[in-house]
C-alpha cells in the first residue's frame, strides 16, 4: 500500500519508464490512424471512440486512485510483452488489427505491472472499449458486408411492400416507382454496424438495466437493434426519393437518415431497457 504521508500521486513517479514506454506505442500509433484510416468514412468513429474511452476513464479517476494497489508482476509482464510484441509486428508490417488492437494488451499489462488487479477491474470497460478503434479487416468486411447488405435490402423491400409501394429486387438494387436504389456498403454495411454497436455499449454502460441477465439481453439486442436501424435509413431513403426526387434522396436528406439511423438504435435500446426495467418492478411487486 502506498504510505499516507506520500503526496497524492507521488507513487506514479515510480513508474516513469513504464508510461514513456506507453507513450513510445501509443503516439506513433495515434498519429498514423488520425493520418490515414481515421481519414475516410469506413473509421471516422474511430476518434469519438478513443474520445469516449478517455472520458470513461475520468469518470473512474477516484475509484482508480482508491483501489489498493497490489501489483500482479509475473502476469501484467506476459500481457505486456505479448501486447509489445504484437504491436511490433503490426507497426512493421503495416497490419493496423494487430498494431492497433495490441494497445489494449499493453495498456491491460501495465496497469497489471504497476497497480494489480482491482485497478485493471475499475476501468475494465475503457479498455475494451478501444477495441472499437481498431480497423476491420478488408477481407472480414468483404465476407461479412454483402450477405448483411442482402438481408437489409430484403428487410427494406418487405417493410415498403407493406405500406403499399410496388418494389422489384434484383438483389442489393431496390426499383421503387421509377427509381433505382443500390443498397451502398454506407447505408448498411458492417462499418456502420460497427459504430453503432460501439454507440450501444455506451449506453449499456452508462445506464445499465436493474440485473445481470436483463443487461445481457440489452448487449444481445445491440446488433439486431443496429441492423433494424441500418433497415430504416434504407426505407427512409427510399420513401424520400419516391417524394421528393433523386437530388432530396442523395442530397441533405441521405446525410440526415444516417443521423436518424443512429437515434432509432438509441431509442430501441432506451425503450428495451425500459421495457426490461418494467418487468423487475413488475416481478417485484408481484
Known amino acids: 500500500p502506498v504510505s499516507a504521508t506520500r503526496p497524492p500521486g507521488a507513487h506514479l513517479w515510480r513508474w516513469w519508464p513504464v508510461y514513456l514506454g506507453l507513450g513510445a506505442v501509443l503516439v506513433p500509433t495515434l498519429l498514423t490512424l488520425a493520418r490515414g484510416p481515421w481519414q475516410g468514412d469506413a473509421n471516422a468513429h474511430g476518434p469519438v471512440v478513443l474520445a469516449v474511452a ?87 468486411v468483404d465476407a461479412l458486408t454483402g450477405p448483411l447488405k442482402q438481408f437489409v435490402s430484403v428487410a427494406a423491400a418487405g417493410v415498403l411492400e407493406l405500406a403499399g409501394y410496388g418494389v422489384a429486387r434484383s438483389g442489393v438494387v431496390l426499383t421503387v416507382g421509377p427509381y433505382q436504389l443500390l443498397v451502398a456498403d ?28 436483463r443487461n445481457a439481453a440489452l448487449v444481445a439486442a445491440i446488433v439486431p437493434m443496429a441492423v433494424l436501424a441500418n433497415v430504416v435509413r434504407v426505407v427512409a431513403l427510399a420513401l424520400i426519393t419516391v417524394h421528393l426526387g433523386d437530388a432530396a434522396g442523395q442530397g441533405f436528406m441521405h ?18 431497457r425500459a421495457v426490461l426495467a418494467g418487468t423487475r418492478r413488475a416481478g417485484a411487486v408481484a
Open 54 to 140: 478517455v472520458w470513461a476513464l475520468w469518470q473512474q479517476r477516484a475509484r482508480l486512485a482508491a483501489a489498493p494497489d497490489a501489483p500482479a508482476p509475473a502476469l501484467g509482464a506476459v500481457v505486456l510483452v505479448t501486447g509489445a510484441l504484437a504491436w511490433v509486428l503490426g507497426r512493421s508490417q503495416d497490419v493496423m488489427v494487430l498494431e492497433v488492437g495490441a494497445q489494449i494488451p499493453v495498456l491491460a499489462g501495465a496497469l497489471l505491472v504497476t497497480r494489480g488487479w482491482a485497478a485493471a477491474r475499475v476501468v475494465w470497460f475503457p479498455l475494451l472499449y478501444l477495441v472499437f478503434m481498431v480497423p476491420l479487416p478488408g477481407p472480414v
Open 186 to 213: 454506407a447505408c448498411a454495411g458492417l462499418h456502420s454496424l460497427y459504430a453503432l454497436s460501439a454507440v450501444g455499449l455506451v449506453l449499456v454502460w452508462l445506464w445499465p438495466a436493474p440485473g445481470r441477465w
Open 255 to 272: 446525410n440526415f437518415a444516417g443521423l436518424a439511423m443512429f437515434a432509432v438504435a438509441v431509442i430501441g435500446l432506451m425503450t428495451l
